[in-house]
């Protein structure tokens, strides 16, 4: 098992900045790609950014490129999102996941290909 807490989230106005966490506890971190998603009201859950497993490989969405920087520290068991220039379509819950990687290159970006999940932090962008 995985466990998965996201921190980090709160209000702000759009141009604002928010820095996503991720805690994982339970195995070895280094052993899983990590993904962040997220979920707006009445909508499904999207993807948004995934971090191989050694940090090496990044793939963002389309809204998330350009604004949008995923990173991982494997020495504290950690994953971030730093959003910048926040805008109103953000707002969403957002979700960190966990993907057993076999590979070092491994970079999921469908919800399924997701072993674990976070409960999720609230973002909310206001114009």
């Known amino acids: 098992q995985v466990q998965l807490v996201e921190s980090g989230g709160g209000f702000v106005l759009t141009g604002g900045s928010l820095r996503l966490s991720c805690a994982a506890s339970?195995?070895?971190?280094?052993?899983?790609?990590m993904g962040w998603f997220r979920q707006a009201p009445g909508k499904e859950r999207e993807f948004v950014a995934v971090?191989?497993?050694?940090?090496?490989?990044?793939y963002d969405a389309d809204s998330a490129k350009g604004r949008f920087t995923i990173s991982r520290d494997n020495a504290k068991n950690t994953m971030y999102l730093q959003m910048n220039d926040l805008k109103p379509e953000d707002t969403a819950v957002y979700y960190c996941?966990?993907?057993?990687?076999?590979?070092?290159?491994?970079?999921?970006?469908?919800?399924?290909?997701?072993?674990?999940w976070g409960q999720g932090t609230q973002v909310t962008v206001s114009s």
């Open positions: 339970g195995r070895t971190f280094s052993n899983y790609a």
């Open positions: 971090i191989s497993r050694n940090g090496v490989t990044t």
């Open positions: 996941a966990a993907a057993l990687s076999s590979t070092y290159y491994y970079t999921p970006q469908a919800a399924n290909k997701y072993d674990y």
